[in-house]
């Protein structure tokens, strides 16, 4: 870790600017899919917030504004980004439930965990590479299956039907990163449990 990451920037920052923003659109994409016709609409803004998954962690880095808070609001944003738009993209038809499933089941397990280690007294974790890869993957996937389905299962154009065999590319791909780094993150939670217990037993001491 750089020294210019080690200090708090605090919580009035641009790059936790840039990640609420995201959060708050996320209603928005809710709100097209389902209480207007903008299917393709909705799709390309949630494409959007999924391919902006890098700018804040960039901007931060970029321009020595890593706090603490972003630390926990980026990923956070993130999974609330997938569950979000996975369920909305199930309901309305665009992705087979089994997918869906196995998706929130890997994120709940993440988020539980996550509880777990911070009641623990655990360290903080960084986020691994490949997770960021599975996550990017994922919310790529997503606008892809609602631009290659129709409502009321209307039938698909060619390219529909073209582009919907890469959309289960990515997603496939996507869905087996994000189980096997959730396997690699064993090892970095053990670290940070044991780092955050000796934390404590030095300041006891």
Known sequence: MSESESVDAGWLTWPNAITLVRLALLPVFFWLLFSTNHRA????????????????????????????????????????????????????????????????????????????????????????????????ALMTTFPLFLLTTNPHHGALSTWQHDARTFCWFIGIMGLVVSWLVLFGYVKPALNALRAGRQGRGNLVS
């Open 41 to 136: 609409i909705a799709a390309w803004l949630l494409g959007s917030l999924g391919a902006t998954d890098w700018i804040d962690g960039y901007v931060a880095r970029r321009f020595h504004q890593v706090s603490n808070i972003g630390k926990i609001l980026d990923p956070t944003a993130d999974r609330l980004l997938v569950i979000g738009g996975l369920i909305a993209v199930a309901a309305a038809g665009g992705v087979p439930w089994w997918f869906a499933v196995a998706v929130l089941v890997r994120e709940l397990i993440v988020s539980i965990l996550t509880l777990v280690l911070a009641a623990l007294g655990a360290a903080r974790i960084n986020v691994l590479w490949w997770g960021k890869f599975s996550t990017f």
